[in-house]
């Protein structure tokens, strides 16, 4: 799928719209990042730039109407993340937040990361948990006691379910937990930190009754 045009209007509008990404998925990136002494941190799906004032020193996304409004943020280019233009051992760390649900195979992303990031350096990734994203998951409420729970779908297969995205649609991939930490492992990544939580409720009444239930991922990888 392509990420200009109407999709690009509509992630910046869900960007800036969601007060998640303040209360919950920026808060634990940072706490991956935190420690690791980073001064060339390289944004993997940097979208319009939103992270890369204060926290990356430059960013790549294949969507060349979000890098436009990224480069009045900070440094980026139009590049693959799987296919990146730098050269080996040219970043101290990476990361990726809310990228790998949009990528059909990640493996490139973790070996090109593997490559650009120098030996001792680090990647970070936050993503939609895995339990979120199986398609056919989802919240469901007991008649008999009101307890939410929660329907696992068809978590151990690999899938993909599209979402609604303003006037078109996204696509939101699933691969278990295992299946991600092993491409990651595979490319040479040594795993130092594996992170969930579950999402800040606000005035959500049916998020309030989930606090108990895994949303987000966070993984932190050592060279």
């Known amino acids: 799928m392509s990420w200009d045009g109407p999709a690009a ?11 998640a990404y ?13 420690g690791i002494g980073a001064s060339r941190t390289l944004d993997l799906g940097c979208g319009d730039g939103r992270l890369l004032d204060g926290h990356a020193f430059a960013g790549v996304d294949r969507s060349l109407d979000l890098v436009g409004v990224a480069t009045q943020r900070g440094r980026a280019v139009v590049a693959d993340v799987g296919r990146l233009p730098f050269a080996t051992g040219a970043w101290d760390a990476a990361y990726a937040v809310l990228v790998l649900e949009h990528i059909a195979d990640p493996a490139p992303l973790f070996a090109e990361a593997a490559r650009v990031v120098a030996p001792g350096g680090s990647l970070a990734v936050v993503v939609n948990h895995p339990v979120y994203t199986a398609p056919g998951s989802g919240p469901f409420v007991d008649p008999v006691d009101g307890e939410v729970l929660w329907r696992w779908g068809a978590y151990l297969e690999r899938g993909a379910s599209t979402e609604p995205a303003g006037d078109g649609s996204i696509v939101f991939h699933h691969r278990p937990l295992g299946d991600l ?15 969930e939580r579950s999402l800040d409720p606000g005035d959500d009444a049916l998020l309030a009754a989930q606090t108990h239930l895994p949303r987000l991922l966070g993984a932190r990888w050592s060279r």
């Not at 303040?22 to 935190?34: C, H, K």
């Not at 930490?181 to 992170?195: D, K, N, P």
């Open 22 to 34: 303040g209360r919950d998925v920026d808060p634990l990136l940072f706490e991956l990042l935190d």
């Open 9 to 19: 209007e509509w992630w910046r509008g869900e960007v800036s719209g969601d007060a």
């Open 181 to 195: 930490l092993t491409m990651a492992a595979s490319a040479g990544w040594q795993l130092e930190r594996l992170l």
